[in-house]
Protein backbone atom coordinates (compact mmCIF):
# COMPACT_ATOMS: atom_id res chain seq x y z
CA UNK A 1 0.00 0.00 0.00
CA UNK A 2 0.73 3.56 -0.61
CA UNK A 3 0.88 4.85 3.42
CA UNK A 4 3.06 1.82 3.70
CA UNK A 5 6.03 3.10 2.21
CA UNK A 6 5.74 6.29 3.60
CA UNK A 7 9.19 7.35 5.58
CA UNK A 8 9.50 8.60 9.14
CA UNK A 9 10.82 12.60 7.43
CA UNK A 10 7.69 12.08 4.80
CA UNK A 11 4.83 11.60 7.72
CA UNK A 12 2.52 14.46 6.72
CA UNK A 13 2.81 13.87 3.29
CA UNK A 14 2.66 10.35 3.39
CA UNK A 15 -0.72 10.56 5.52
CA UNK A 16 -1.79 12.50 2.68
CA UNK A 17 -1.33 10.04 0.40
CA UNK A 18 -2.97 6.84 2.68
CA UNK A 19 -6.51 5.44 1.55
CA UNK A 20 -9.56 7.44 2.49
CA UNK A 21 -10.76 4.59 4.78
CA UNK A 22 -7.46 4.88 6.58
CA UNK A 23 -7.66 8.36 6.89
CA UNK A 24 -11.66 8.02 8.28
CA UNK A 25 -10.22 5.21 10.65
CA UNK A 26 -7.64 7.35 12.29
CA UNK A 27 -9.86 10.33 12.47
CA UNK A 28 -12.26 8.07 14.05
CA UNK A 29 -10.20 6.91 16.89
CA UNK A 30 -8.99 10.45 17.48
CA UNK A 31 -12.91 11.65 17.60
CA UNK A 32 -13.68 8.45 19.78
CA UNK A 33 -10.90 9.58 22.71
CA UNK A 34 -11.83 13.06 22.21
CA UNK A 35 -15.38 12.24 23.34
CA UNK A 36 -14.42 10.04 25.91
CA UNK A 37 -12.24 12.77 28.18
CA UNK A 38 -15.35 14.76 29.25
CA UNK A 39 -17.50 11.16 29.87
CA UNK A 40 -15.21 9.89 31.71
CA UNK A 41 -14.64 13.50 33.78
CA UNK A 42 -18.84 13.74 33.94
CA UNK A 43 -18.63 10.06 35.34
CA UNK A 44 -15.67 10.90 38.00
CA UNK A 45 -17.38 13.71 39.14
CA UNK A 46 -20.75 12.18 39.62
CA UNK A 47 -18.97 9.30 41.50
CA UNK A 48 -17.26 12.22 43.72
CA UNK A 49 -20.76 13.92 44.29
CA UNK A 50 -22.32 10.60 45.40
CA UNK A 51 -19.61 9.71 47.65
CA UNK A 52 -20.15 13.51 49.21
CA UNK A 53 -23.43 12.64 49.68
CA UNK A 54 -23.23 9.57 51.27
CA UNK A 55 -20.48 10.63 53.42
CA UNK A 56 -23.31 13.56 54.57
CA UNK A 57 -25.69 11.33 55.10
CA UNK A 58 -23.67 8.90 57.33
CA UNK A 59 -22.33 11.52 59.58
CA UNK A 60 -26.13 13.18 59.89
CA UNK A 61 -27.22 9.59 61.05
CA UNK A 62 -24.08 9.64 63.39
CA UNK A 63 -24.78 13.28 64.71
CA UNK A 64 -28.71 11.98 65.20
CA UNK A 65 -27.44 9.03 67.26
CA UNK A 66 -25.45 10.58 69.36
CA UNK A 67 -27.98 13.90 70.21
CA UNK A 68 -30.85 10.93 70.74
CA UNK A 69 -28.10 9.23 73.21
CA UNK A 70 -27.50 12.52 75.20
CA UNK A 71 -31.17 13.14 75.14
CA UNK A 72 -31.48 9.70 76.50
CA UNK A 73 -28.76 9.97 79.30
CA UNK A 74 -29.58 13.94 80.25
CA UNK A 75 -33.41 12.31 80.90
CA UNK A 76 -32.09 9.76 82.27
CA UNK A 77 -29.78 12.09 84.88
CA UNK A 78 -33.16 14.37 85.38
CA UNK A 79 -35.00 11.12 86.75
CA UNK A 80 -31.88 10.72 89.19
CA UNK A 81 -31.22 14.28 90.17
CA UNK A 82 -35.30 14.41 91.23
CA UNK A 83 -35.02 11.26 93.02
CA UNK A 84 -32.23 12.09 94.91
CA UNK A 85 -33.44 15.70 95.32
CA UNK A 86 -36.83 14.18 96.61
CA UNK A 87 -35.24 11.44 98.83
CA UNK A 88 -32.36 14.43 100.70
CA UNK A 89 -35.20 16.83 100.33
CA UNK A 90 -37.10 16.03 103.27
CA UNK A 91 -34.91 15.01 106.34
CA UNK A 92 -33.25 18.31 105.19
CA UNK A 93 -36.65 19.87 105.93
CA UNK A 94 -36.44 18.36 109.86
CA UNK A 95 -32.77 19.27 110.01
CA UNK A 96 -33.41 22.98 109.19
CA UNK A 97 -36.58 23.44 111.15
CA UNK A 98 -34.73 22.09 113.84
CA UNK A 99 -31.60 24.01 113.58
CA UNK A 100 -33.76 27.30 112.97
CA UNK A 101 -35.74 26.83 116.39
CA UNK A 102 -32.13 26.43 117.88
CA UNK A 103 -31.39 29.82 117.06
CA UNK A 104 -34.43 31.53 117.77
CA UNK A 105 -33.78 29.79 121.63
CA UNK A 106 -29.64 30.08 121.49
CA UNK A 107 -29.87 33.39 123.13
CA UNK A 108 -32.47 32.71 125.79
CA UNK A 109 -30.36 29.15 126.25
CA UNK A 110 -27.33 30.73 126.46
CA UNK A 111 -28.49 33.24 128.99
CA UNK A 112 -29.67 30.07 131.08
CA UNK A 113 -26.41 28.38 131.06
CA UNK A 114 -24.36 30.95 132.01
CA UNK A 115 -26.40 32.24 134.90
CA UNK A 116 -26.61 28.11 136.11
CA UNK A 117 -22.93 27.47 134.79
CA UNK A 118 -20.92 30.03 135.66
CA UNK A 119 -19.74 27.85 138.66
CA UNK A 120 -19.04 24.89 136.10
CA UNK A 121 -16.88 26.81 133.57
CA UNK A 122 -19.24 28.55 131.41
CA UNK A 123 -17.63 31.39 129.70
CA UNK A 124 -18.42 34.05 127.59
CA UNK A 125 -15.94 32.66 125.02
CA UNK A 126 -17.47 28.84 124.90
CA UNK A 127 -21.08 30.94 124.65
CA UNK A 128 -19.84 32.56 121.18
CA UNK A 129 -18.41 28.55 120.52
CA UNK A 130 -21.73 28.07 120.58
CA UNK A 131 -23.57 30.30 118.87
CA UNK A 132 -21.22 29.90 115.83
CA UNK A 133 -21.32 25.97 115.70
CA UNK A 134 -25.52 26.62 114.90
CA UNK A 135 -24.72 29.69 112.99
CA UNK A 136 -22.39 27.28 110.92
CA UNK A 137 -24.94 23.86 110.74
CA UNK A 138 -27.51 26.22 109.75
CA UNK A 139 -25.23 27.84 106.52
CA UNK A 140 -23.96 24.25 105.61
CA UNK A 141 -27.99 23.30 106.14
CA UNK A 142 -28.94 26.20 103.52
CA UNK A 143 -26.29 25.44 101.02
CA UNK A 144 -27.93 22.38 100.98
CA UNK A 145 -31.02 23.23 100.46
CA UNK A 146 -29.94 25.47 97.47
CA UNK A 147 -28.28 22.64 95.92
CA UNK A 148 -31.03 20.22 96.36
CA UNK A 149 -33.43 23.14 94.99
CA UNK A 150 -31.22 23.07 92.01
CA UNK A 151 -31.34 19.75 91.46
CA UNK A 152 -34.72 19.94 91.13
CA UNK A 153 -34.83 22.88 88.72
CA UNK A 154 -32.60 21.15 86.54
CA UNK A 155 -34.92 17.86 86.38
CA UNK A 156 -38.01 19.82 85.93
CA UNK A 157 -37.44 22.75 84.76
CA UNK A 158 -37.94 26.55 86.85
CA UNK A 159 -41.19 28.04 87.35
CA UNK A 160 -40.02 31.37 88.75
CA UNK A 161 -41.66 33.83 86.68
CA UNK A 162 -39.74 36.01 84.46
CA UNK A 163 -39.77 39.68 85.55
CA UNK A 164 -37.21 42.73 85.66
CA UNK A 165 -33.53 41.39 86.71
CA UNK A 166 -31.28 43.06 87.98
CA UNK A 167 -27.81 41.68 86.25
CA UNK A 168 -25.19 43.48 89.00
CA UNK A 169 -27.29 42.52 92.00
CA UNK A 170 -27.14 38.84 90.32
CA UNK A 171 -23.50 39.20 89.49
CA UNK A 172 -22.73 40.71 93.03
CA UNK A 173 -24.35 37.57 94.81
CA UNK A 174 -22.77 35.14 92.84
CA UNK A 175 -19.51 36.65 94.01
CA UNK A 176 -20.51 36.38 97.76
CA UNK A 177 -21.09 32.72 97.05
CA UNK A 178 -18.35 31.59 95.27
CA UNK A 179 -15.65 33.99 97.47
CA UNK A 180 -14.45 31.46 99.80
CA UNK A 181 -13.01 29.93 96.39
CA UNK A 182 -12.04 32.61 94.36
CA UNK A 183 -9.71 34.81 97.15
CA UNK A 184 -7.36 31.48 97.13
CA UNK A 185 -7.11 31.46 93.69
CA UNK A 186 -6.81 34.84 91.91
CA UNK A 187 -7.22 38.70 92.78
CA UNK A 188 -10.70 39.75 91.82
CA UNK A 189 -11.25 42.75 89.84
CA UNK A 190 -14.94 43.85 89.81
CA UNK A 191 -16.23 46.05 87.03
CA UNK A 192 -20.16 46.80 87.41
CA UNK A 193 -21.39 49.31 85.17
CA UNK A 194 -24.49 51.23 85.15
CA UNK A 195 -26.85 48.48 82.86
CA UNK A 196 -30.86 48.59 83.12
CA UNK A 197 -32.66 45.51 84.15
CA UNK A 198 -33.29 42.95 81.87
CA UNK A 199 -36.39 40.93 81.83
CA UNK A 200 -35.64 37.48 82.70
CA UNK A 201 -35.57 34.44 85.21
CA UNK A 202 -32.98 35.48 87.86
CA UNK A 203 -32.70 32.10 89.17
CA UNK A 204 -31.43 31.15 85.81
CA UNK A 205 -29.13 34.19 85.25
CA UNK A 206 -27.72 33.25 88.62
CA UNK A 207 -26.81 29.77 87.74
CA UNK A 208 -25.10 31.39 84.53
CA UNK A 209 -23.01 33.95 86.62
CA UNK A 210 -22.02 31.23 89.29
CA UNK A 211 -21.21 28.55 86.59
CA UNK A 212 -19.05 31.33 84.62
CA UNK A 213 -16.92 31.81 87.58
CA UNK A 214 -16.49 28.36 89.02
CA UNK A 215 -15.06 27.49 85.22
CA UNK A 216 -13.13 30.35 85.56
CA UNK A 217 -11.64 28.93 89.21
CA UNK A 218 -10.90 25.40 88.14
CA UNK A 219 -8.70 27.06 84.93
CA UNK A 220 -6.67 28.74 87.64
CA UNK A 221 -3.69 27.11 89.15
CA UNK A 222 -3.62 26.74 92.83
CA UNK A 223 -1.41 28.15 95.38
CA UNK A 224 -0.49 31.27 93.38
CA UNK A 225 -3.37 34.39 94.18
CA UNK A 226 -0.71 37.34 93.07
CA UNK A 227 -0.15 35.73 89.58
CA UNK A 228 -4.09 34.77 88.97
CA UNK A 229 -6.62 37.56 88.29
CA UNK A 230 -10.52 36.72 87.53
CA UNK A 231 -12.29 40.16 85.89
CA UNK A 232 -16.31 40.37 86.15
CA UNK A 233 -17.37 43.34 84.42
CA UNK A 234 -20.68 44.11 82.89
CA UNK A 235 -21.55 46.68 80.92
CA UNK A 236 -24.88 47.37 78.17
CA UNK A 237 -25.53 49.39 74.45
CA UNK A 238 -28.77 50.53 73.15
CA UNK A 239 -29.36 46.87 72.02
CA UNK A 240 -27.69 44.25 74.48
CA UNK A 241 -27.41 43.65 78.27
CA UNK A 242 -23.34 42.56 78.62
CA UNK A 243 -21.68 40.08 81.23
CA UNK A 244 -17.85 39.39 80.46
CA UNK A 245 -16.19 36.69 83.23
CA UNK A 246 -12.09 36.62 82.00
CA UNK A 247 -9.66 34.44 83.68
CA UNK A 248 -5.67 34.37 83.47
CA UNK A 249 -5.61 30.39 83.73
CA UNK A 250 -4.41 27.52 81.38
CA UNK A 251 -6.80 28.64 78.23
CA UNK A 252 -8.62 26.16 76.07
CA UNK A 253 -7.16 24.63 73.26
CA UNK A 254 -8.45 25.15 70.06
CA UNK A 255 -9.92 21.40 69.03
CA UNK A 256 -11.55 21.91 72.79
CA UNK A 257 -13.15 25.19 72.15
CA UNK A 258 -15.52 24.45 69.26
CA UNK A 259 -16.82 21.69 71.60
CA UNK A 260 -17.16 23.44 75.21
CA UNK A 261 -20.78 24.37 75.49
CA UNK A 262 -21.58 19.90 74.35
CA UNK A 263 -22.81 18.73 77.30
CA UNK A 264 -20.64 16.09 79.06
CA UNK A 265 -17.72 17.51 77.70
CA UNK A 266 -15.15 18.28 80.27
CA UNK A 267 -11.10 17.68 80.39
CA UNK A 268 -11.70 18.07 84.59
CA UNK A 269 -10.27 15.03 86.99
CA UNK A 270 -12.51 12.70 87.66
CA UNK A 271 -15.07 14.05 90.70
CA UNK A 272 -14.71 17.88 89.60
CA UNK A 273 -17.31 18.23 86.76
CA UNK A 274 -19.80 16.35 84.63
CA UNK A 275 -19.11 18.63 81.99
CA UNK A 276 -23.10 20.47 82.52
CA UNK A 277 -22.24 23.84 83.70
CA UNK A 278 -21.33 25.53 80.27
CA UNK A 279 -24.02 23.47 78.34
CA UNK A 280 -26.27 24.84 80.98
CA UNK A 281 -25.08 28.60 80.53
CA UNK A 282 -25.57 28.10 76.84
CA UNK A 283 -29.22 27.21 76.91
CA UNK A 284 -30.45 29.14 79.62
CA UNK A 285 -28.87 32.54 77.47
CA UNK A 286 -30.44 31.16 74.31
CA UNK A 287 -33.85 31.17 76.20
CA UNK A 288 -33.37 34.39 77.37
CA UNK A 289 -32.77 35.44 73.42
CA UNK A 290 -29.63 35.93 73.95
CA UNK A 291 -26.52 34.44 73.62
CA UNK A 292 -22.40 33.42 74.66
CA UNK A 293 -19.12 34.16 73.13
CA UNK A 294 -16.06 32.39 73.98
CA UNK A 295 -12.19 33.45 73.04
CA UNK A 296 -9.13 31.53 75.00
CA UNK A 297 -5.39 31.01 74.42
CA UNK A 298 -3.71 28.48 75.78
CA UNK A 299 -1.21 29.73 79.03
CA UNK A 300 -2.93 32.96 78.75
CA UNK A 301 -6.33 32.93 79.47
CA UNK A 302 -10.02 32.13 78.70
CA UNK A 303 -12.97 35.26 78.24
CA UNK A 304 -16.46 34.53 78.03
CA UNK A 305 -19.35 37.45 77.02
CA UNK A 306 -23.06 36.70 77.93
CA UNK A 307 -25.38 39.24 75.41
CA UNK A 308 -28.78 39.45 76.80
CA UNK A 309 -30.87 41.51 74.45
CA UNK A 310 -32.97 44.77 75.80
CA UNK A 311 -36.70 45.15 74.66
CA UNK A 312 -37.19 42.42 71.88
CA UNK A 313 -35.47 39.16 71.76
CA UNK A 314 -33.11 38.79 69.17
CA UNK A 315 -34.50 37.52 65.28
CA UNK A 316 -35.38 34.25 65.56
CA UNK A 317 -35.24 33.66 69.35
CA UNK A 318 -38.56 33.41 71.73
CA UNK A 319 -37.44 34.36 75.33
CA UNK A 320 -38.22 31.22 77.97
CA UNK A 321 -38.43 28.65 75.51
CA UNK A 322 -37.39 25.58 76.69
CA UNK A 323 -36.85 26.62 80.70
CA UNK A 324 -39.09 24.08 81.31
CA UNK A 325 -37.99 21.42 79.41
CA UNK A 326 -36.40 18.59 80.99
CA UNK A 327 -33.27 18.84 78.82
CA UNK A 328 -32.84 21.45 75.88
CA UNK A 329 -31.20 19.63 73.42
CA UNK A 330 -27.31 20.10 71.82
CA UNK A 331 -26.14 23.61 71.16
CA UNK A 332 -24.36 24.62 67.82
CA UNK A 333 -20.55 25.38 67.98
CA UNK A 334 -19.53 28.05 70.12
CA UNK A 335 -19.49 32.26 68.13
CA UNK A 336 -16.46 33.85 67.58
CA UNK A 337 -16.38 37.06 69.60
CA UNK A 338 -16.76 39.65 68.17
CA UNK A 339 -13.80 42.09 67.49
Not at 89 to 94: D, E, G, R, T, V
Not at 117 to 131: A, I, M, Q
Request: hydrophobic share 40%; proline share 5%; charged share 25%.
Amino acid sequence: MLGMGVGASGGAEGLREAPGWMLALVLGCLGAALMAVPVGWRLARRRREQVALELARAEAHHRRQVEQATAERLESLGTLAMGLAHEVNNPLSYVLANLRALEDELPELCELLEALGVERGWTEERRKELESCVLESLEGAERVHTVIRGMKTYAVGSVEPWRPVDLNEVVSSSLKLKREVLEPRARVVVELGEVPRVEGNRGRLSQVAQHLLENAVQALEPGEPGHNEVVVRTWADEAWLRLEVRDTGRGISPEDLAHVFEPFFTRKQVGQGMGLGLWLCHNVVRAHGGHIEVESTLAMGTRFVVHLPLGSPAPGRTRGEGLQNKHLGVPQSPLPLEK
